[in-house]
């Protein structure tokens, strides 16, 4: 089977950032709530390939008890691959800040879009909209990655990710 053929037929490989478990459980996060959820409902339906990070798992485990194991469970529900660290992780990463896409506070931010990248992965959901999930980063990650020999990744809404499948159904 060609390449083309093989991922118009694999499922979508998609990277769940740290902010979809926190609007997962907030339900006061209204409409982005709702769509997180059917994201996940999505994943548990065989829909993507969920991947998350060590990383995500970090970040998590800062959350208060009662919600930070809701969080780690939820992780197993989806049979969600763990993606680890490496060097060339954090070369991208460092590359995203070091270019002005990422602020330097805000690496683990980079780092995510480097795990995707690295990995190959087809989509990057999040809720960060200060960072991730804006248009400046999207282009420029894709620019440095091709720069890099790498795919770009689409950084996406779980609202935008929910509603592309439907287009596509």
Request: include cysteine; charged fraction near 35%.
């Amino acid at each position: 089977m060609d390449r083309d053929n093989k991922k118009r037929t694999d499922k979508p490989k998609i990277y769940m950032e740290t902010t979809m478990f926190n609007f997962y459980f907030d339900e006061e996060e209204g409409e982005p709530h709702e769509y997180t959820v059917r994201l996940f409902e999505m994943i548990k339906e065989g829909v993507f390939k969920a991947y998350t990070s060590t990383f995500v798992i970090n970040e998590l485990k800062k959350a208060r008890e009662d919600k930070r194991s809701k969080m780690l469970k939820l992780i197993d529900e989806c049979s969600m691959i763990i993606l680890d660290e490496n060097d060339e992780i954090n070369m991208m990463g460092r590359s995203y800040v070091r270019r002005g896409i990422i602020p330097p506070g805000f690496l683990t931010d980079a780092l995510h879009i480097a795990t995707a990248t690295v990995y190959g992965l087809d989509i990057i959901a999040s809720m960060n909209l200060k960072h991730i999930v804006k248009n400046k980063t999207i282009e420029m990650t894709g620019i440095i990655n091709i720069e890099n020999g790498y795919d770009t990744v689409k950084i996406r809404s779980p609202k935008e990710v929910v509603e592309d499948v439907c287009k596509i159904d």
